[in-house]
């Protein structure tokens, strides 16, 4: 599925992030860029030691959440990494919304900055963070429609999505929003 925004295009596929030819990939981080499981472990995986030397030896304090810092893609098909701090869920009253928006945003913008033409997300925070599915999907579309109709570059930005599910989430909170 795909829709248009502005000068760009948002996209759903269900699949493993780790094999998406696209110029930056975004990971699912923990705070302390540590690598852990799910997603990230599966980029960290496939991208090579490289990359956990690189967030190690270039973000020794790590990263805050609801922000992002880039390494190389190391041995992925995708020039950049983009590993992005989202937040924990603890019932959506403590800034969670912002806080998962802000990832997003701040990906974007590294996007942007490293002059990449296409990106791809997984559903931030929705695993061991739990944030509800449905909610991110909400949230992060939201966010990256606003970012994208606020800048004139053009972006394919394609949120790969592991199973059906999430798939299914993503998919009616984008319908609603070209309805």
């Not at 000068?7 to 990971?27: C, F, P, Y």
């Not at 806080?99 to 033409?117: F, P």
Request: hydrophobic content about 40%.
């Amino acid at each position: 599925m795909q829709v248009q925004v502005h000068n760009s295009t948002i996209e759903l596929v269900q699949g493993d992030i780790t094999k998406e030819a696209v110029d930056a990939i975004v990971n699912a981080a923990n705070s302390r860029l540590a690598g852990g499981g799910g997603v990230d472990g599966a980029i960290h995986d496939a991208a090579g030691p490289s990359i956990m030397e690189a967030t190690r030896r270039d973000y020794p304090e790590g990263c805050p959440t609801g922000s992002a810092v880039a390494t190389s893609g190391g041995d992925l098909p995708a020039s950049y990494i983009f590993h992005a701090v989202g937040p924990v869920w603890r019932g959506g009253m403590k800034g969670e919304p912002d806080q998962l928006k802000s990832a997003y945003r701040t990906c974007l913008q590294l996007a942007v900055e490293k002059s990449c033409g296409s990106i791809a997300f997984p559903a931030i925070s929705t695993g061991a963070y739990g944030y509800p599915m449905d909610l991110a999907a909400e949230h992060s579309l939201a966010a990256v429609r606003d970012f994208l109709l606020h800048h004139e570059r053009t972006l394919r930005v394609r949120f790969v999505l592991f199973d059906a599910g999430a798939y299914g989430a993503y998919a009616r909170v984008l319908e609603e929003m070209i309805e």
